[in-house]
């Protein structure tokens, strides 16, 4: 499957922001979805995931209460909304497919399929 990750940007502490990926070439609803992110000399880490309903989702601590995960699988579309962002948020975020399900959600391996990244930069 291809993803393509959008909606990244430069915007403000305490603003919100739409990431999009867009997932092509295989069946979309038969992966579970997830974003990571990376920042500037840091490992790439998990942000959230979402089963392949989307009636189940995973987020990192910080992700909670502020940022929600959801899919159109009418659209072949993983979303992320993140409200009242903040400068450590600001990151390349990645989208990322996974064939199976697992407890190991948050680890990189567990993924098959990612997207190129779309960069989020959050000034204060």
């Known amino acids: 499957v291809q993803l393509q990750a959008s909606g990244g940007g430069l915007v403000q502490a305490g603003d919100s922001l739409r990431l999009s990926c867009a997932a092509s070439?295989?069946?979309?609803?038969?992966?579970?979805m997830a974003w990571f992110r990376q920042a500037p000399g840091k490992e790439r880490e998990f942000v959230a995931r979402?089963?392949?309903?989307?009636?189940?989702?995973y987020y990192a601590e910080f992700a909670k209460g502020r940022f929600t995960i959801s899919r159109d699988n009418a659209k072949n579309t993983v979303y992320l909304q993140m409200n009242s962002l903040k400068p450590e948020d600001s990151a390349v975020y990645y989208c990322?497919?996974?064939?199976?399900?697992?407890?190991?959600?948050?680890?990189?391996?567990?993924?098959?399929?990612w997207g190129q990244g779309t960069l989020v930069t959050v000034s204060s």
């Open positions: 990322a497919a996974a064939s199976w399900s697992s407890n190991s959600y948050s680890q990189i391996r567990e993924y098959d399929y």
């Open positions: 070439g295989r069946t979309f609803s038969n992966y579970a």
């Open positions: 979402i089963s392949r309903s989307g009636i189940t989702a």
